[in-house]
């Protein structure tokens, strides 16, 4: 058997470099190029050192927890005894992710026969599993393994931080209540301009039952003045709490909204519950998060109220 030391060292540089930025993006820890690298050759000289038989004392579990002690020093630095540990902490989450995505695409790859042949049995009577998998194979599939991690990790990170602005809406119409999550919009400025009410954006499928059927699929198409003039002899039960509100949406022309005046708003961030009456919901025909995980806009105003009592308390 042939062994190219050269491109095993190559290989190994490469794959603990990527291991080190990784560390560093899932850590929020800047480091300059040189010290990665630097770090990244502590590593890879210790796997060629495998191929030096006077060294084989070296492969014990303490020398390597040591050689990752080393590599996250020269690769980060130390600023606290604290923020050391969760360097390393992260560096190892990152290795048994990579090798667990690695270990379960190799299997995954694998046929009943190539299980198998690996199967070996022991003279004690049990049995052990001979694991072969190719150079190659582990570095081509590192990369896609790590982006694969990255990817979750940024997608789960996203949504905490979404979580931290999304709240519980309660919206009451003459014994109607409708119930959704909504997020709270920091930015959202729309105010009904004669009265100077907020606007807070909900689906307008959370009404439908409600609403006049002609306009079922209609409210993302087509105008809401046009909608409000076909109400018109129409039995409509909540007709006088229709409003027109003016907007300007990104890279669109002035339009209008179809809002409602409800009776009653409860929105519940966090521990805490407010409620307001000066309040319009206006009414989008589309879906406001692909994801479903809120399907109402909340006005900023709207976290800043009297807070919730109960039946018979004093506000």
Known sequence: MVVYIDLIFAANLLIDAVLLWLTGWMIKVRTKWWRLWLSALVGATYVVMMFVPELS????????????????????????????????????????AAAGGILGIHYLLQSSGDIW????????????YRLKIGFWFVLFILLPVLGCYKAVHSSRLRREKLEAYIGTVQVEIEGVTVTC????????????????????????????????????????????????????????????????VPYRGVNRGASFMLALKPDHVAVTLGEETTEHRKVLIGLDGGTLSGDGAYRAIIHPDLAQGEPAVHPGGVA
């Open 57 to 96: 004392f070296m492969y014990t579990f303490l020398i390597k927890f040591g050689l990752s002690v080393i590599m996250i020093w020269v690769a980060f630095g130390f600023s606290s005894l604290q923020g050391f540990f969760r360097s390393i902490g992260a560096f190892y989450i990152i290795n048994f």
């Open 117 to 128: 042949n690996g199967i070996l049995y022991t003279a004690a009577g049990g049995y052990a």
């Open 181 to 244: 999550s909504g997020l709270l919009d920091t930015g959202n400025r729309l105010y009904d301009p004669l009265t100077k009410t907020p606007v807070m954006v909900m689906e307008a499928s959370l009404w439908e039952d409600y609403l006049p059927e002609s306009w079922k699929g209609r409210l993302s198409q087509e105008g809401a003045d046009q909608l409000l003039l076909e109400t018109d002899g129409q039995s409509f039960v909540w007709q006088d709490r229709l409003r027109l």
